[in-house]
């Protein structure tokens, strides 16, 4: 048998070395063998499948859902085991049309729209039924975070987070979906959670299917937040192993979060594999913004693996990062009293981040593919603007 490299079959599929690299690492080349370091892909072996073309076994775009429950799922897009590629076809096929608003206000908030996002968003901010109301609330305040609403943003979140107090008698299930809707509202922006709420894992099980994988995600975000990496890998592995149906949006979140775990633990090469599992999911339909919310957390691996094989996608995520962060600092940095530098440049605080995780010039150069004297100035620049002297003093302004 004949066997090509993995430039060769880059080249071949019109695709990044990476990603056929990964295409190797994943299994998904019949018959390729590692060698050393290296992969032999058979000569003869076809490019893995793009996801925006495969189809289901039967005409519908989704698998049967799990039994509804007896009241509205919230955040339905979230919740939706769409194929990749197919995000707006799911949307259009919901036959409810609040729930198919509250889909479209997800959709666009996903994609990196948050003006249309939260105009429909609003329109639902007192509707009447709890879980909807709840899907409104969040996706209005974190749309408003990256418009720069912030008296708006801050506003909808105490009617999350009193969401419990105001609703004295509530049913298990919606019980359940108000405790992840104050975890999610809190854990995301990294703040203290509400004094005597319930333990989100405790309600995991009565969430709909796709909310219980986000669900996992905001666990695992927590844990990270606790320095316990480990744990939080863990969380998301369980995730992955427990998932019956494919939920592209929080998997793709899901993804994000091992990265940032691996990344804390200095291991760059598996989190480029979660990352581009992620961006596999997300490229499709674009559902570009949680890259960008996560940007300071990712250690420089948008750097390192989009910006040169995706420069556009690339300057359309650093775009949504300087939006969403700055409304996300307005919030966190007054509640908190843990003043997250807002005056870096997005490659700036990369590198200060690893830095401040212990990484010398050298191997913050190799990781970023870029020179130590660049790392040097980047570092040298970013003191300057924190009007601080060392390395170990970089920690007080980055993200945990």
Same mark, same amino acid.
């Given at each position: ?14 695709i990044s070395p990476r990603l056929a690299q990964q295409y190797c690492a994943d299994g998904r080349i019949p018959g390729v063998q590692k060698f050393g370091t290296a992969w032999a ?10 996801? +925006? ?9 989704t698998a049967p859902l799990e039994e509804a429950p007896s009241h509205p799922i919230p955040m339905p897009l979230l919740n939706g085991p769409f194929l990749p590629g197919h995000c ?7 036959? =409810? ?35 909807? +109301? ?70 995991? +099980? ?70 581009? +599992?992620?961006? =596999? ?11 960008? =919310? ?18 556009? $996608? ?20 007054? =509640? ?5 530098? $807002? ?43 924190l009007n601080i002297k060392q390395r170990k003093d970089l920690k007080q302004y980055m993200l945990r």
């Open positions: 048998m004949d066997y090509i490299t993995v430039q060769q079959a880059a080249e071949k599929w019109n892909i058979p000569a003869s072996a076809q490019k893995p499948a793009d996801p +925006r073309k495969e189809k289901a076994a039967s005409p519908s775009i707006k076809e799911y949307v259009e096929s919901i036959p =409810e049309a609040q729930l198919r608003d509250i889909a479209w206000a997800e959709y666009y908030y996903f994609s990196g729209q948050p003006e249309e996002a939260a105009r429909i968003a609003e329109l639902y901010l007192s509707y009447e039924e709890l879980s909807l +109301r709840l899907s409104a609330c969040l996706i209005y305040t974190y749309a408003n975070l990256s418009i720069g609403q912030i008296q708006r943003a801050k506003h909808t979140l105490t009617q999350i987070q009193n969401t419990l107090t105001a609703e004295e008698t509530l049913p298990p299930q919606l019980q359940s979906v108000a405790v992840f809707a104050i975890t999610t509202a809190s854990v995301l922006l990294h703040l203290p959670l509400p004094q005597g709420l319930h333990s989100l894992p405790e309600h995991i +099980r009565l969430l709909p299917p796709g909310l219980r994988m986000f669900a996992l995600y905001v666990q695992a975000h927590q844990t990270y937040l606790e320095g316990d990496y480990g744990k939080s890998i863990g969380i998301v592995e369980t995730a992955f192993a427990m998932e019956g149906q494919r939920y592209p949006i929080p998997s793709i979140y899901l993804h994000l979060a091992a990265v940032m775990d691996y990344m804390s633990l200095k291991q760059p090469e598996q989190a480029q594999a979660h990352l581009l +599992r992620a961006w =596999e999911l997300a490229r499709p339909d674009d559902l570009i913004e949680g890259f960008g =919310e996560h940007h300071g957390l990712l250690g420089g691996m948008l750097e390192a693996v989009l910006k040169k094989d995706w420069p556009e $996608d690339f300057r359309r995520i650093i775009a949504i990062t300087y939006r969403f962060s700055a409304g996300w600092r307005k919030v966190h940095n007054p =509640e908190t009293g843990h003043p997250v530098a $807002d005056n870096l440049t997005t490659t700036e605080f990369a590198a200060a981040m690893l830095a401040a995780r212990g990484w010398t010039n050298q191997e913050i150069a190799g990781h970023l593919g870029i020179s130590p004297n660049t790392v040097k100035q980047y570092i040298s620049t970013a003191l300057q603007k």
